[in-house]
């Protein structure tokens, strides 16, 4: 895998085109983009639809009413997958940041004002990285704001209620002329996100109007259930626990065992034993004896041979 990942990564660092194929393809399914809602609005950093729009021509944004009660929406709940590319998957490290942000202007809130320097790309609730224990991916920042959750297959879901000011509530606006929400991401170069649905919710988290990741507007009750991927390792700690406990106590227990066959044998045995070690100790005796003779008559032939030598060479020096 990470051979892979090296592989990948050179080659989407070394060919400009390969990585500007990957942005452009980030966030919506690219099989099915001429399909895509007019209200959504997607590029490499962002994922973006409409709520509510009297229209803009000018912005190229078309007229959307879906009759939702603008004054409730607080937050919004986004599923996203890693883009299977051939390239994006390869190359996941978990190295994904961004934000989820409303943006609501026109109407009552009108440019210049301090209206529309708070509820015009306000500030948002930000998420870093994400916990995949499939994958082995710990790259989750604890002190963001939003935390992803993961949903297994390359896949996780971030959610935002109650982090951003509703201007209807906050500041008794009651006619805006854009009210959107987006996915922003920045975090990730390498990757492709594939946004699969948002849901609009109110302060207790119900679904306003729903989503899937064309922007069409879907029924909350078609869009497919995840479980989320349990990230709490203390289960599996105490598995291991018990089943080093199981171990322990069946290697006691076998030992108890065996002492007591022991402490039960009959007498008439120690005999045999006695006779048994008698015989080894004396084979051992006799072959450390004649391990030591056999020494003894290596030793000597190379004597008589360096004797041998030495005479040969004094006849010839005499000679």
């Known amino acids: 895998m990470k ?27 690219e099989t099915n983009k001429d399909s895509y809602d007019p209200g959504l609005s997607t590029g490499s950093q ?29 937050g919004a709940r986004f599923v996203f997958s ?4 051939g390239i994006s998957r390869e190359s996941w490290d978990g190295g994904i940041g961004g934000a989820i942000v409303l943006s609501i202007n026109g109407g009552d809130i009108a440019k210049g004002t301090d209206l529309y320097n708070k509820y015009n790309w306000p500030g948002s609730q930000e998420y870093w990285g994400v916990l995949d224990p499939d994958l082995g991916i710990e790259t989750l ?15 996780y879901s971030l959610e935002m209620n109650n982090g951003l000011p509703n201007p209807f509530v906050e500041d008794g606006v009651t006619e805006v002329g854009c009210f959107q ?44 259930v995840y479980e989320e991927v349990s990230t709490d390792t203390s289960k599996e700690e105490s598995t291991e626990e018990s089943a080093a406990e ?24 120690a005999p045999a034993t006695e006779a048994a070690s008698s015989t080894t100790s004396a084979a051992a005796n006799s072959g450390d004896n004649t391990g030591l003779i056999v020494g003894i008559v ?4 190379v004597v ?13 020096k005499k000679a």
């Open 141 to 155: 920042a604890p002190e963001k704001a939003l935390q992803a959750k993961t949903l297994g297959d390359y896949r």
């Open 3 to 29: 051979l892979k990942k090296l592989l990948a990564g050179a080659v989407a660092c070394t060919t400009i085109v390969s990585s500007l194929a990957v942005s452009a393809s980030a966030f919506i399914d």
């Open 304 to 316: 008589v041979v360096v004797i041998v030598a030495v005479v040969v060479v004094m006849k010839k």
């Open 246 to 269: 199981e171990s322990s106590a069946a290697e006691e227990s076998s030992v108890e065992e065996s002492s007591a066959e022991e402490s039960s044998a009959p007498e008439s045995s």
């Open 298 to 301: 290596i030793a000597a032939v």
């Open 46 to 74: 962002q994922w973006l639809v409409q709520v509510y729009n009297v229209g803009n021509e000018a912005e190229n944004k078309p007229a959307v009413d879906y009759g939702v009660d603008l004054s409730k929406i607080t």
């Open 82 to 85: 890693v883009t299977d590319d």
């Open 181 to 224: 929400i987006a996915l922003a991401e920045w975090g990730s170069v390498m990757c492709g996100i594939t946004v699969e649905s948002c849901e609009v919710l109110d302060t207790d988290g119900n679904v306003l109007v729903a989503f899937d990741g064309l922007g069409n507007q879907v029924d909350p009750a078609d869009l497919p």
